[in-house]
Nanobody
Framework: QVQLVESGGGLVQPGGSLRLSCAAS????????MRWYRQAPGKQRELVAN???????SYADSVKGRFTISRDNAKNTVYLQMNSLKPEDTAVYYC???????????????WGQGTLVTVSS
């Protein structure tokens, strides 16, 4: 079974920075896409950033130029560096990975528990 553990959320002032981490553990054969989603109060969950195994990335328009997604394949970990944070970035951030567990032939999606990011003065 594959599990995700997120860390790095918290309270930050507008213009500040935070770095989120998400580590996958368990019986893992390989990981394809690794993603960060967020869900603000009263809003739908939205895709923030995506990174494939080859390192190619994509971002939501609202975070381009401010957020950077990266991964360490050796550690099965994905990061989200968030700079120039705005109050509208306040949300619960969820890690999502597309993973092939050991002894399985198909990929599945696994979600983290979420970490709260609050941007406020």
């Amino acid at each position: 079974q594959v599990q995700l553990v997120e860390s790095g959320g918290g309270l930050v002032q507008p213009g500040g920075s935070l770095r989120l981490s998400c580590a996958a553990s368990g019986s893992i054969w390989s990981i394809n896409a690794m993603r960060w989603y967020r869900q603000a109060p009263g809003k739908q969950r939205e895709l923030v950033a995506n990174i494939l195994r080859d390192g190619s990335t994509s971002y939501a328009d609202s975070v381009k130029g401010r957020f950077t997604i990266s991964r360490d394949n050796a550690k099965n970990t994905v990061y989200l560096q968030m700079n120039s944070l705005k109050p509208e970035d306040t949300a619960v951030y969820y890690c999502n990975v597309v993973v092939r567990p050991a002894q399985r032939l198909t990929y599945v999606e696994v979600w983290g528990q979420g970490t709260l990011v609050t941007v406020s003065s």
